[in-house]
Each structure stands twice: as C-alpha cells, then as structure tokens.
C-alpha cells in the first residue's frame, strides 16, 4: 500500500452505533493531512484503532509498508510514529526535564537539534514543572517539542489546537509545517477549522462513518456537501448601493 501510514477500510462499532464503517486514510511524506468532522464523528476513534487502543471490527492498517495485523503504538513508535493524544501524553507528577531526558536517552539525540528546539519552544521556563502546572498552550508546546526530538516519520496529533492561545497556535503551526518540509507524514485533527486549512496539504472528510478526500484546502472550501453539512453557509456578498 502506497504511503507511510495507511488505513484502508476501517469499520466499528460500539453496540448498537455504527461509528465507523469505511474509514480510509493515506498518509504521504512531506503532507499535512487534516481530518475533518463533527463532533462524535469517530476522528479520535480511528486514531485509537489506528495505534492500537481499540480493535477494528474490519479494515487493515500499514505502516512503513507493513500491515500490523495487531496494531500497537509501542511498536509503530519504535519504527517512526508520534502520536500526540488530545490529553494526558505528558505523565501527570513528572517534570517535563523527565521526559525530555528519558526521550533523549532513547533516542540519542543530537545536542545541537536539541538545543534549537528548546528555544524554538521556550522549553526553559518549563523544565522543572509537571504537566498539571503547565497551561494548554505550555503542554502542547512541551508535547510537539518531544516529538520533533525524536525526528518521526509519521505525526498523528489529535485535537492540538484545541483551548490555545493564537501565539502557541502559530507556534504549533510552523512546527507542523516544519516536519512536513522534514519528510514527516502528519495528519492533524480539530475544529479550529480556518488554522487547520490553513497549515494543511490536503483535506480529508470524515461523515457518517465513511471518509471523504476533498483535496487540497480551497478544493474543500468549495466543496459543496462539505460547505453545506460541516462549515456552514458561505458568508453573503456584500451588496453594492
């Protein structure tokens, strides 16, 4: 299968719920892909299936050109995947110097990158606090800090500009657009709809279980059925007097 992570087919349901019923994703190095939907849609499930939290009733998953019969984050993560969560990645009681320490150790790496990131980041002011002291804005900065650490291949980030100010905001942003130009394949999910489009390559709809590929961002804009069920009515021209 074509792309660094691919999900072909993903179906599940909880109950009586048919969350997801053809799920598809194809992640290309140097992209940023955005997954769109409502609320409830099934984007975080699809990335809990992908990394292996939750079994999929069907569909296959690849990465790197592997099919993982059983996903697992801990061994995607070990070949090149870095999955940043919508909470809960940096242990609660523990410093950030912590995880940034066992990271380096893990994965030995360059005192100069590491370096740059940190002011890159304004890490320095963060290093002795744990994650229940840092804001929003802090811990995702400490979060996608981590995983430009570690050089990934793939990018998964759910949810990361959710409750942030717009100065972290377009920190987070020039970060992804960085792993893009890097070669990272990165697929980044949210409701903060006018930054994702802005910061992404291409445009991915996710409605009633089944996804869509509307191509690159102005591509989804005037894609009719997407303007009409998830970004709303076109504002209406200004009339002339």
Known sequence: ?????????????????????????WLQPGRVTALLGRNGCGKTTLLRIITGFVRADHGQVFFRGERQERPALHRMAARGLFLIPERDLLGRGRALHDHWAATCARWTCDAGHAADIIERFALAPLFDRPQEHLSTGERRRAEFALALLRR??????????????????????????????????VLVTGHEVELLLNVCDDVVWLTA???????????ARSHHAFRRDYLGPAPAAVRRS
């Not at 999900?7 to 349901?13: K, L, N, Q, T």
């Not at 959710?162 to 130009?181: F, H, K, N, Q, W």
């Open 152 to 185: 990934p291949h793939c990018l998964l980030a759910d949810e990361p500009f959710l409750g942030i100010a717009p100065r972290d905001a377009e920190t987070l942003s020039r970060a992804l657009r960085g792993l893009a130009r890097a070669g990272t394949a």
């Open 209 to 219: 279980g089944t996804t869509y590929v509307l191509g690159a961002p102005d591509d």
């Open 1 to 25: 299968m074509n792309g660094v992570l691919v999900a072909d087919s993903i179906g599940r349901r909880f109950g009586d719920q048919r969350v997801l019923q053809a799920a598809s994703l």
